[in-house]
């Protein structure tokens, strides 16, 4: 920036974004100092290096009040874990069934696991099939990220969100504002207490896997 730019001559533009042309770096530094502006080198491997224009100091407190909205607008996808085993039983499956219709539609991905135990281990099969079956089932809120994989004892499978981070936690947002109306502008519920019952933790993204085909038991 301004003096301390050690080339004979730049390819200038002007604060607007108009090209000047190649001038000698004295010439360049006139004009700024003219312009009451810096001269600051923006492409330093162009052969001549190409140089602007600027009010340096503006173009750093622009460009740090950008990153910071960026920052604050962006949505961090998370994923849960449910883990079923694969005999479960009826209410189980559907009080589990919940839970992750609950996370996709916060806009979070769900790691599902089938956890075998014992003589499950060779029925494989069995958890392929629960698996599927919730994938069906909450086709409306998600897709099948990652296809059922075997991971050891457990069988893995990931479910993304339709909805993006962003657009699920406004639609959230709406529908609280409006029980609040509803009940006379009294808080939303705690819905700490939700997640504790959840029984679910975070997991670290899980690589996709190419699509499965059906397991078979021997």
Known sequence: MNDRIR?????????????????????ALDLARESD???????????????KLMDYGKF?????????????????????????RPKIDPHDYETKKGHVVRFLKGGDKVK???????????????GFRLLQ???????????????AKQDGRNMIMVIGPHKKKAEAKAEQAEARAQRNAARGERPA??????????????????????????????
């Open 7 to 27: 080339v004979p001559e730049v390819r200038l533009v002007g604060p607007n974004g108009e090209q000047v042309g190649i001038v000698p770096i004295a010439k």
């Open 37 to 51: 502006l810096d001269l600051v080198e923006v492409a330093p491997t162009a052969r001549p290096p190409v140089a």
């Open 60 to 84: 750093k407190y622009e460009s740090a009040m950008k990153a910071r909205e960026a920052r604050r607008n962006q949505a961090h996808t998370i994923i849960k874990e449910i883990k079923l």
């Open 112 to 126: 599902v696991t089938i956890m075998f135990r014992g003589r499950e281990q060779s029925r494989p099969e069995l």
């Open 133 to 147: 079956r919730l994938a069906q089932d909450v086709s409306e809120l998600g897709f099948v990220e990652s296809n």
């Open 189 to 218: 519920e705690d819905e700490a207490g939700l997640e504790a019952e959840a029984e679910v933790e975070e997991a670290a993204p899980v690589d996709e896997a190419p699509p499965a085909e059906e397991p078979r038991s021997e």
